[in-house]
């Protein structure tokens, strides 16, 4: 888009407005088919990110001991567990 242009306005050339049209088609058929469940894909990312981030808290946690550490890493693993649940439910109601 060139700076002074309004977003709004139709083009006048009608092969844009012909592109524009398929685009937004596309879009639309790209939001319709998104899946939103708790696939396989999903929980495994989800989980391999909390594993990392329980580790990280876990290796900050260190010097305090092994007793403090492990609890921290686990506080850490479920929030961000919690966190991943609640976006997904999230993006469910959205999308509804």
Request: hydrophobic fraction near 70%; charged fraction near 5%.
């Given at each position: 888009m060139t700076k002074n242009q309004d977003r709004y306005a139709m083009p006048s050339n009608p092969a844009l407005r012909a592109r524009q049209e398929k685009q937004r088609a596309r879009r639309a058929a790209q939001r319709e088919s998104r899946d939103l469940s708790f696939s396989v894909r999903y929980m495994t990312r989800s989980l391999?990110?909390?594993?990392?981030?329980?580790?990280?808290?876990?290796?900050?946690?260190?010097?305090?001991?092994?007793?403090?550490?492990?609890?921290?890493?686990?506080?850490?693993?479920?929030?961000?567990?919690?966190?991943?649940?609640?976006?997904?439910?999230?993006?469910?109601?959205?999308?509804?």
């Open positions: 391999a990110v909390a594993l990392l981030v329980a580790l990280l808290v876990f290796s900050l946690q260190w010097s305090n001991g092994i007793g403090p550490s492990l609890v921290a890493g686990v506080v850490a693993l479920i929030v961000v567990v919690a966190l991943a649940v609640g976006l997904r439910l999230l993006q469910r109601r959205a999308a509804a």
